[in-house]
């Protein structure tokens, strides 16, 4: 499975985006999907992941704010994001984990917050 991040861009701060991270097959195989941000000169960090029966988890900067959804008929996984902040500034980057335990990164999108 590839997986391609989209949906990134420039926004002011207090705006929205949403993140969309296609797969070429199945995601029924994915046990867990998520959501990695990496900022300039900062280490890739997780922000929101979602298993197979939809159970999700995040970051504690991102909860109340971001929403990470799976749509495992579409085969695609989104990351809704609101009231954003000049911190959230990055390149976003989706991944994939098999019940084999491969991992399977995007090739990441970028987002700004700015005024």
């Known amino acids: 499975v590839q997986l391609q991040a989209s949906g990134g861009g420039l926004v002011q701060p207090g705006g929205s985006l949403r993140l969309s991270c296609a797969a070429s097959g199945s995601i029924s195989g994915s046990k867990i999907m998520g959501w990695y941000r990496q900022a300039p000169g900062k280490q890739r960090e997780l922000v929101a992941s979602?298993?197979?029966?939809?159970?999700?988890n995040y970051a504690d900067s991102a909860k109340g704010r971001f929403t990470i959804s799976r749509d495992n008929v579409k085969n695609t996984m989104y990351l809704q994001m609101n009231s954003l902040k000049p911190e959230d500034t990055g390149v976003y980057y989706c991944?994939?984990?098999?019940?084999?335990?491969?991992?399977?990164w995007g090739q990441g999108t970028q987002v700004t917050v700015s005024s």
């Open positions: 979602v298993n197979v029966v939809g159970s999700t």
């Open positions: 991944n994939s984990i098999s019940w084999g335990n491969e991992v399977v």
